[in-house]
């Protein structure tokens, strides 16, 4: 498998530098690994897709919709970011196979990620990550379905969930370089009541604004 060495899978997915590991070319090897391990363990595989406001996730996403779509999948793709458990809600309530955040959570913003979700809505086991790492290859990827077959909605439904709850963050505000930075916090948030409480090193003044 040369010139794949760099694709290593960790915990539930793959993380990786943009621009030199983590390309569009390495992305799609991932996609094309991913789709013939649903295939292998699901007929009429189902999986549902989201990303976070890194860099060119969006892009990603795409290019994972249609590669999987390629191979015969059916792909709910999100269409805008969205925080991961939005994905892990949308697999359970809507009865999903698995699927797919283009992500890495709380790596730096040069970073970007693909973890995979299985059908209960959790992180992927190492057998499951082994085995689609293991399918990665120099091989012929399916051709490209466009992306726009996909069906593409937002994922909702973790907001009711809120009633009153306690944020106890040191960086809630806006300091995250996925969903964070592009005011998804924000969004998710809007109309919670939220009741500060002091944080051991976090500035008195966190919650002034």
Not at 2 to 7: E, L, P, Q, R, Y
Not at 47 to 74: C, H, K, P, Q, T
Not at 128 to 136: C, N, P, Y
Request: hydrophobic content about 40%.
């Amino acid at each position: 498998m040369s010139g794949v060495t760099a694709i290593k899978f960790g915990t539930d997915g793959w993380r990786a530098m943009m621009a030199t590991e983590f390309t569009m070319e390495n992305v799609s090897k991932v996609a094309q690994a991913y789709a013939d391990y649903m295939n292998g363990v699901s007929r009429g595989a189902r999986v549902v897709i989201g990303y976070d406001y890194r860099e060119n996730s969006e892009n990603f996403s795409a290019r994972f919709a249609s590669i999987l779509m390629g191979n015969g999948i059916e792909v709910l793709l999100s269409d805008k970011a969205c925080p991961t458990p939005a994905v892990s809600f949308t697999i359970v309530k809507e009865g999903y196979n698995g699927g797919i955040a283009i992500t890495a959570s709380h790596n730096p913003p040069g970073y970007n990620g693909v973890k995979i979700k299985t059908d209960f809505g959790g992180s992927a086991e190492r057998n499951i990550t082994d085995a689609v790492e293991a399918l990665i290859g120099d091989g012929l990827i399916a051709p490209l379905t466009a992306s726009e077959g996909a069906v593409v909605k937002p994922l909702k439904g973790l907001r009711h969930l809120f009633k009153e709850t306690t944020i106890s963050v040191a960086q809630l505000k806006e300091k995250f370089p996925g969903v964070g930075c592009g005011g998804l916090v924000s969004q998710v948030l809007d109309g919670i009541v939220l009741l500060p409480f002091p944080v051991k090193g976090a500035s008195p003044h966190l919650f002034d604004q």
